[in-house]
């Protein structure tokens, strides 16, 4: 990449199995950290027979506001009250105006407003083969314009996905590069 200083990090908000998403190889070489649901026993080693955490699309809002604050999910996960400790907005690790989401279903929508008034990115995605469920995406996200556009899951270089999130990424770069060299005035005072 040619922008200076700017990292990109990767995470999984999903309401799919933790331990499951996390044993990819993808996700422990590329992602920074993944909140997904989590099953528990009786004991550490014992038969899994509870849900220790859901993911509804109110907890996804929640993990985007702990990204956003620079929030450690190892502590959050024992103490999830800490998403609603102040910290100042300057303050913040990731602005929401830095963030692109790609979600595929009806609990991303909270996370696709969220970013859309906060500056950030939606783009959704929907398996091509399931008409019905495609269709009643495209309307949800699209007609309701929460999201940029809608695309296959189709992440590779050459894919129209692929394409326009490294788009997104690299128009997010150099807004934030122009931000960062634009000179910083003070204001006049009144005589």
């Known amino acids: 990449s040619s922008y200076k200083n700017i990292e990109i990090e990767f995470y999984v908000v999903s309401g799919g199995l933790y331990e499951l998403i996390r044993g990819s190889e993808v996700v422990q070489k590329y ?7 989590h099953l528990a026993g009786d004991a550490d080693e014992s038969v899994l027979k509870y849900v220790k955490r859901s993911i509804t699309f109110t907890e996804k809002t929640r993990f985007i506001f702990e990204i956003h604050k620079g929030l450690d999910p190892r502590e959050t996960a024992t103490n999830p009250v ?6 100042r907005q300057e303050e913040r690790r990731i602005p929401l105006a830095n963030m692109i ?33 495609t269709k ?13 556009s809608m695309h296959a899951p189709n992440y590779e ?8 999130l490294r788009a997104a990424i690299a128009n997010r770069c150099s807004a934030i590069q122009l931000q960062r060299e634009q000179p910083r005035r003070e204001p006049r005072q009144k005589r």
């Open 82 to 87: 800490l998403v609603n400790s102040f910290v």
């Open 157 to 164: 270089k050459e894919s129209e996905l692929g394409a326009i």
């Open 31 to 37: 992602f920074r950290a993944v909140y997904g649901c």
């Open 136 to 148: 009643a995406a495209l309307e949800e996200f699209l007609q309701t314009d929460r999201v940029i």
């Open 101 to 133: 989401y790609v979600g595929d279903g009806l609990t991303d929508i909270p996370c696709f407003s969220l970013l859309k008034a906060s500056g950030g990115f939606g783009f959704g995605v929907f398996d091509p083969k399931q008409e019905k469920k």
